[in-house]
């Protein structure tokens, strides 16, 4: 009985709360001031992680190319986007010293300084389904524009680039293709070592075993995971392979895609120290256009979260043949009519139609890739 009277002196009904302790109040706003407490800090670390990934996206190299620009539409907009990149190497009797970004504000490019031996027009349809890479031959024989828009000579495209820098580069092709160039993105293939190696390197299958003799390297046949320095050989090399350039063409592709999807998936997107380094490298070694800005990269970002690596498709604008011209050099000669066609299917964003009517001009798989 004592026990029970001692008990019921302590508890006022079953289920309530014990008397001596805290009030009912006091305990909850304790409880609140936790909770916020725990959401203040987390909003905290979620805002800095943002503005960090902000700066980073505001760390990219800027060029203007407005005087040849037609127009810039917003990503989310709903409309289609065409991208051109460029692989941009400096010529091996060049230095170096400033970069893309500083030589391109100079009152003269710096012609024969960089070249440009890897030109994509990367399409991104209108409903962000899917992402389609398109590669023109270096030495395809076209018409060069310079950086105001004005024809010059016909050459091998990459002289486009070298002889009057990015905006030459876009308006040449603009006039080849018939595309509106939304945005320009410039790689350099030199600092390409460090994305490999921010991603944790990148898996690529060679089919049988070649030599490099302009590099000195053997190729092993096998699957192999490559970064830093061999990485960048990989993506250069031409000689040793059965088709030359054409080859070397394939293999960027191949790479690109191996990066697309370490990139796309869950360890590097969801990873915030992978994406940060990811994110570092790309600005530390990208240009891109003046007009393209980290609110615009964020929101395209966005709008391409359902792609999959099995919505990428590459593929090579259709060669007809190859001939020596008089002063130019060996050059790349397209299909003029299937050239037409692909080009207005970009225009038209009907791009996977064409895939469809030409199956055989997507990149193989990646095993099949010399």
Do not use: C
Request: without cysteine; hydrophobic residues 35%; charged residues 20%.
């Amino acid at each position: 009985m004592a026990g029970g009277s001692k008990a019921s002196s302590r508890y006022r009904d079953a289920g309530k709360r014990r008397l001596g302790g805290p009030p009912f109040r006091r305990r909850h706003r304790r409880l609140l001031l936790t909770l916020l407490t725990v959401v203040s800090l987390l909003f905290v670390s979620v805002g800095a992680y943002a503005y960090h990934l902000n700066k980073q996206l505001s760390n990219f190299g800027r060029v203007d190319i407005s005087t040849v620009q037609s127009g810039e539409p917003d990503p989310d907009e709903g409309r289609a986007l065409n991208v051109l990149l460029l692989g941009s190497d400096m010529a091996e009797n060049d230095e170096g010293g400033a970069s893309i970004e500083e030589d391109a504000v100079l009152p003269d490019w710096p012609s024969g300084k960089y070249r440009s031996d890897t030109l994509m027009i990367v399409h991104i349809p209108a409903d962000r389904s899917a992402v389609q890479l398109v590669s023109i031959p270096r030495d395809t024989y076209t018409t060069i524009y310079d950086e105001d828009g004005e024809p010059r000579n016909k050459q091998k495209i990459n002289a486009a680039f070298s002889q009057y820098g990015p905006a030459g580069a876009v308006a040449t092709i603009q006039a080849m293709t018939g595309i509106t160039i939304d945005h320009l993105a410039i790689i350099d293939w030199e600092g390409f070592r460090d994305i490999t190696t921010a991603v944790g390197g990148v898996e690529v299958t060679i089919p049988e075993t070649f030599r490099d003799p302009q590099q000195g390297i053997t190729w092993q046949a096998g699957t192999q995971v490559l970064e830093g320095e061999e990485a960048l050989s990989y993506v250069r090399t031409r000689h040793g392979l059965q088709r030359g350039d054409f080859d070397r063409i394939a293999r960027q592709q191949n790479f690109l895609r191996s990066v697309m999807n370490k990139l796309l998936s869950r360890g590097t997107l969801t990873n915030p120290v992978k994406l940060s380094n990811t994110l570092g490298a790309l600005s530390d070694n990208m240009t891109l256009d003046s007009d393209w800005t980290p609110s615009n990269l964020r929101s395209l970002a966005l709008s391409l979260r359902g792609v999959t690596s099995d919505s990428v498709a590459f593929m090579t604008a259709p060669v007809a043949t190859t001939q020596d011209v008089s002063g130019v050099g060996n050059v790349v000669i397209l299909k003029e009519t299937q050239s037409a066609e692909l080009w207005q299917a970009i225009i038209s964003d009907q791009v996977g139609a064409y895939v469809q009517a030409y199956p055989d001009e997507q990149l193989p798989g990646a095993d099949e890739v010399s």
